[in-house]
Antibody, heavy 121, light 108 residues
Framework: QVQLVESGGGVVQPGRSLKLSCAASRFTFSTYAMHWVRQAPGKGLEWVAVISYDGSDKFYADSVKGRFTISRDNSNNMLSLQMNSLRLEDTAVYYC??????????????WGQGTMVTVSS | EIVLTQSPGTLSLSPGERATLSCRASQSVSSTYLAWYQQKPGQAPRLLIYGASRRATGIADRFSGSESGTDFTLSISRLEPEDFAVYYCQQYANASYTFGQGTKLEIK
């Protein structure tokens, strides 16, 4: 079935950069908008960014605007999140997600397992 | 930005009881774009309800959603042991999404 697998998480110092990846499989990746959602330890969910199916449109949460860049490689079924100028408050599990079934309006029915990013000095 | 406020923060109930979880929006939200998710420890969220009241595929009919103005409700008619988890509401508007802070449903 439809699968998303995140990678690239780790421990990074404040102010440094990190790039996350999300490998998509078993669906036509190039026809779906893709999202990143994060969850700080013990906290709730926070939407981070979305990219349109062809990469032409990108939108970000105010908390990451100007620091994070979402991108995609449709030839390799890969979603990415370049995170620059990382802050302590960016520490979280990062999920990639999408609305796969088109009748679901804008709800996310497919999620990856998440990758942990820890920003610490 | 539309803020979603969920209440209560924690709800303690017993299996078999009815649960009522609330999600209040700071301004008008289209019911089309209001969803509910369930999350268990160490797992990704799972979609329960979309369009405020429509059950996602495979979701038991004891879960239901409703709306009244800017107030949205997730109801679980008869709690099963597997229903004890954290629940989040989510909305979409103007190319942005927000989640509520969550309601933890715990066994009494």
């Amino acid at each position: 079935q439809v699968q998303l697998v995140e990678s690239g998480g780790g421990v990074v110092q404040p102010g440094r950069s990190l790039k996350l990846s999300c490998a998509a499989s078993r669906f036509t990746f190039s026809t779906y908008a893709m999202h990143w959602v994060r969850q700080a330890p013990g906290k709730g969910l926070e939407w981070v960014a979305v990219i349109s199916y062809d990469g032409s449109d990108k939108f970000y949460a105010d908390s990451v605007k100007g620091r994070f860049t979402i991108s995609r490689d449709n030839s390799n079924n890969m979603l990415s999140l370049q995170m620059n100028s990382l802050r302590l408050e960016d520490t979280a599990v990062y999920y990639c997600a999408l609305r796969f079934n088109t009748w679901l309006y804008n709800a996310f029915d497919i999620w990856g397992q998440g990758t942990m990013v820890t920003v610490s000095s | 930005e539309i803020v979603l406020t969920q209440s209560p923060g924690t709800l303690s109930l017993s299996p078999g009881e009815r649960a009522t979880l609330s999600c209040r929006a700071s301004q008008s939200v289209s019911s089309t774009y209001l969803a509910w998710y369930q999350q268990k420890p160490g797992q990704a969220p799972r979609l329960l309800i979309y369009g405020a009241s429509r059950r996602a595929t495979g979701i038991a009919d004891r879960f239901s959603g409703s709306e009244s103005g800017t107030d949205f409700t997730l109801s679980i008619s008869r709690l099963e042991p597997e229903d004890f988890a954290v629940y989040y509401c989510q909305q979409y508007a103007n190319a942005s999404y927000t989640f509520g802070q969550g309601t933890k449903l715990e066994i009494k």
